[in-house]
Antibody
Framework: QVQLVESGGGVDQPGRSRRLSCKGA????????LHWVRQAPGKGLEWVAV????????YYADSVKGRFTIARDNSRNTLYLQMNSLRPEDTAVYYC??????????????WGQGTTVTVSS | DIQLTQSPSFLSASVGDRVTITCRAS??????LAWYQEKPGKAPKLLIY???TLQSGVPSRFSGSGSGTEFTLTISSLQPEDFATYYC?????????FGQGTKLEIK
């Protein structure tokens, strides 16, 4: 069935790096744009980044620009989020999500189960 | 960045009620607006995209309308499983942004 499965969450000290992964299955991975979205404890949803189906275009939230990098490997059906210079405010559940459309961005119709990142000294 | 303001932030209603949630954008986002439902401990679920297109599998009691800067999500007859938090999101301009959420509670 169509699914996304995240991995790579954990606990880090401020300033450290971590890479999240998200593996897709049940659909043609290489034809969809993909997003990362996060939710801090007790807070609302925050969009983090998006990557086009061909990895040509990436865009970021201001809060992570210059620190996080979104990437994908279509041969492995896998999306990544490289997070550098982690801050306590990056503590959140991180979701990967597929856009409902392949060419444009309209909304996220398939979500992973989420992986938790905690940044604390 | 485009700001989205949802109203109300909290809503108390009963099963069978008709409810409407509003999402206002700080600038024109044409129809690039999506609505999500979130329940505790679960990933969000897409309800509506392109302002008014019902996502496959979503009950027809959910509907969306609007364009430009003002949008609404309407639930025509609340069911017990609809009590959740609802978010709007704009995908017109980077960075994409979410509203602050509307928590729908049972009266």
């Amino acid at each position: 069935q169509v699914q996304l499965v995240e991995s790579g969450g954990g606990v880090d000290q401020p300033g450290r790096s971590r890479r999240l992964s998200c593996k897709g299955a049940g659909f043609t991975f290489s034809t969809y744009g993909l997003h990362w979205v996060r939710q801090a404890p007790g807070k609302g949803l925050e969009w983090v980044a998006v990557i086009s189906y061909d990895a040509d275009r990436t865009y970021y939230a201001d809060s992570v620009k210059g620190r996080f990098t979104i990437a994908r490997d279509n041969s492995r059906n896998t999306l990544y989020l490289q997070m550098n210079s982690l801050r306590p405010e990056d503590t959140a559940v991180y979701y990967c999500a597929r856009d409902v459309d392949g060419e444009n961005y309209y909304g996220m119709d398939v979500w992973g189960q989420g992986t938790t990142v905690t940044v604390s000294s | 960045d485009i700001q989205l303001t949802q109203s109300p932030s909290f809503l108390s209603a009963s099963v069978g009620d008709r409810v409407t949630i509003t999402c206002r954008a700080s600038q024109d986002i044409t129809s690039y607006l999506a609505w999500y439902q979130e329940k505790p401990g679960k990933a969000p679920k897409l309800l509506i995209y392109a302002a008014s297109t019902l996502q496959s599998g979503v009950p027809s009691r959910f509907s969306g309308s609007g364009s430009g800067t003002e949008f609404t999500l309407t639930i025509s007859s609340l069911q017990p499983e609809d009590f959740a938090t609802y978010y709007c999101q704009q995908l017109n301009s980077y960075p994409f942004t979410f509203g602050q959420g509307t928590k729908l509670e049972i009266k």
